[in-house]
């Protein structure tokens, strides 16, 4: 990423395709990308450049044209944007297409037959590099993980480099790509990275909330019939003591009766972002009629999807840390390297939990379904629900069946949270759409713990333990010790 420019300036970058026959490991292909560089006030690059510090920066937009240097075939979507009738999108921008949830979400909607265009800052990437930590799988760059992709499946996915928080870059994007639908991964999707320090919480809300409030303005002004499909979060509702509903509660109060959100009760400023962008999308759906589904998603676990599986160029990312690793993902590693799991406080605490897997399919349903103009859909996103004790149960059971010899240990709670709580979420509209759940079996726990002892050499057991507080948050901007 060329933050460090402050020239304007184009790069064009090609390499020659080589005949499917090749050998995968190969990857090369024929690709057309350009950057073109300006100033930028926004607090995205502002932060990013000096570790939280504000200076001059720059703004890197990039477009990959289709790898065949083909002009991409017009949209027939323009007939369909004076028609108030909805009809399954077929050009799809996945914002925070190099994330984990969005990379593998972009390959599979690929391989469905949807043209697809990534958007991202890249910015993920930039924070392991400011905090010491690292994917446990090691993962290509964007454009080497495009090249194969094209490679591999003779598919395209456009490339558009920039920060959504740029209004500028992100109206370019549009008008360039025309999307019928918007998959919104591109937000800082960690608790405990918005819990570091005042510069981190202020910038996950800015990122967040900007970002979001950016993305609708861009469909209100350029594509007022696309769909909008916002990642949420199941930590968007807490643990309140009663049952969990899809987004909204019908209460009967002295008499009279309505249907209301349901409440919300965030628990870190990440937490509270996502609900802030639940509101503007509501507001933005009633005042302007923008289509919406926010998929308020369980914590997911897995790595492999039958897309990241084609070639080892194309697999995902793995976080194990104590900043932006989930919990199942967290005890598998732990417990190939031998570490004691870490379970927070007594271990009550229970949530939503899905495959990977059912991300896509989740994602994909929501699009070939689109909500109405006007309507504000929620859907609960996950498929089980465990305690973290219950999690780590399991995760030993399955490690002594390899001959791992598991132990688990319970560490002061980082976090402020009902460690024992009641939790019963509804979450039945995405199963009456179709979906088809990966149920949390001992064969896919023997398969994600044999993928990390394949990668424990990669493994930094200091990264392991917590090291984030929530009580202890301060002004002064933190690096987490190496």
């Known amino acids: 990423m060329a933050h460090l420019l402050s020239t304007s300036c184009s790069i064009k970058l090609s390499s020659s395709h080589r005949p499917l026959s090749q050998p995968f490991h190969q990857c090369p292909t024929k690709c057309l990308t350009f950057f073109t560089l300006g100033t930028s006030k926004s607090p995205f690059k502002r932060f990013v450049l000096q570790g939280g510090t504000q200076q001059t920066s ?55 037959g949807y043209e697809v265009a990534i958007a991202d800052s890249l910015i993920r990437r930039l924070f392991d590099q400011q905090l010491g930590l690292d994917s446990l799988t090691p993962i290509a760059s964007i454009h080497n993980r495009l090249r194969c992709w094209r490679s591999v499946t003779g598919k395209t996915i456009e490339l558009y480099i920039g920060d959504i928080c740029d209004f500028e ?34 910038f996950t809300q800015h990122n967040n909330v900007i970002g979001t409030l950016n993305v ?8 007022e019939q696309c769909h909008l499909v916002k990642l949420g979060t199941m930590g968007e509702y807490g643990t309140p ?13 002295n008499g009279r009766t309505d249907t209301l959100p349901f409440p919300k009760q965030a628990s870190s400023f990440y937490h509270l972002s996502k609900v802030h962008d639940s509101n503007n999308i509501a507001f933005t759906c009633k005042a302007w ?44 590693v732990q417990a190939a390297v031998g570490h004691p799991l870490t379970v927070y406080g007594k271990g009550g605490q229970t949530r939503g939990y899905l495959d990977i897997r059912d991300t896509v399919q989740c994602v994909e349903l929501a699009i070939a379904n689109p909500a109405q103009p006007g309507e504000f859909r929620v859907f609960n996103q996950f498929t089980e629900q465990f305690s973290v004790n219950e999690l780590a149960s399991l995760v030993t059971k399955a490690g002594e069946k390899l001959g791992l010899d598991v132990k688990t240990i319970s560490v002061p ?4 949270e009902a460690e024992e709580h009641y939790y019963n979420a509804k979450h039945t509209k995405l199963i009456e759409l179709g979906l088809k759940p990966h149920l949390l079996s001992d064969s896919l726990l023997d398969s994600l713990l044999n993928f990390a002892i394949k990668f424990k050499d990669r493994v930094d057991t200091k990264q392991i333990m917590p090291s984030v507080s929530w009580k202890k948050i301060g002004v002064k901007p933190k690096t987490l010790a190496a």
């Open 58 to 112: 720059c703004v890197v937009r990039a477009t990959m044209a289709p790898i065949s240097q083909e002009t991409p075939t017009q949209s027939s979507s323009d007939s369909r944007q004076n028609s108030s009738e909805p009809s399954k999108p077929k050009r799809v921008m996945v914002i925070g297409g190099d994330g984990y949830c969005g990379w593998a979400t972009a390959l599979h909607l690929s391989n469905k």
């Open 289 to 332: 009629g923008i289509r919406a589904t926010d998929l308020n998603q369980g914590v997911v676990y897995g790595v492999r999807t039958d897309e990241t599986e084609m070639h080892e160029e194309l697999c995902n990312r793995l976080d194990y840390d104590g900043v932006f690793g989930t919990a199942l993902n967290r005890f598998c």
């Open 241 to 253: 003591n009663i049952d969990i509903e899809e987004g909204y509660i019908t209460i009967t109060h």
């Open 216 to 223: 609708l303005f861009a469909i209100k002004e350029f594509r």
């Open 413 to 416: 709670n980082p976090r402020v």
């Open 169 to 202: 870059f992100l109206s370019e994007t549009f008008k360039s790509f025309e999307p019928d639908a918007v998959v919104h991964f591109g937000e800082q999707r960690s608790a405990p990275y918005s819990m570091i320090d005042r510069n981190r919480a202020v």
